[in-house]
């Protein structure tokens, strides 16, 4: 494969475990608010929210509707009278405290950061990125280097997003540059989007896609983050 002096990784599902973080935000948070803390609810909580942030992904929804959406229709369904607003803020406090990261990430991005540009790129909002970011250990690595959608103003998969995160490192040649992230709608179609080369992590192994991913082409595939040392070395 080419050399690439620059590598744009993806935060969650990718290095960071964003279900760990989600799950013990959700449980912390419900049992303040008097909502049971169930497998059930985490589960129903979790489809509401992902829905949401495909919508965002399609534009359909921003960020701020997304926040003041999620835990309400969540509280809805439930059939509880708790203020889905308060919920969603004390969730947000909680959610920070998750920086539990995948297993390998650290040693892999530790591995592949020689003589390389490393940046991380993440869809979210930086009251739960920065300190999840700060909490892993993640600085180490990739510095200042840290681009969260919520302080751009713009997400993953637009081209606009990429524009400026290649405008803010000083890329000049994007076919120097690798973007490797675990969700094929919003890093591979976003790495498409801005032509820059990609490399799908299909950690779920995946072997059919939704008709929203159905665009998205990468140009390398990996099972896990583990394996991409040797998919830069070949
Ligand atoms: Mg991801």
Redesign the pocket.
Known sequence: MPNFDYLLF?????LLDFEAAERQAFFATAVVLGVDPTEENLKLYSSINGALWKQIELGEVTNAEMQRLRFTRFLAAVGSDADGIAMNAAYMVNLGKGSQLLPGAMDTVRAVAAGRTMAIITNGLPVTQRPRYEGSGLREVFGDNLFISGELGVQKPEKRYFDLVCEKLGIADRRRVLVI???LS??ILGGNNAEIPTCWVNTKWWTERGDAQAKARPDYTIRSITELPALLES
């Open positions: 993806d935060a969650d599902g990718t992230g675990d969700s919003s890093d």
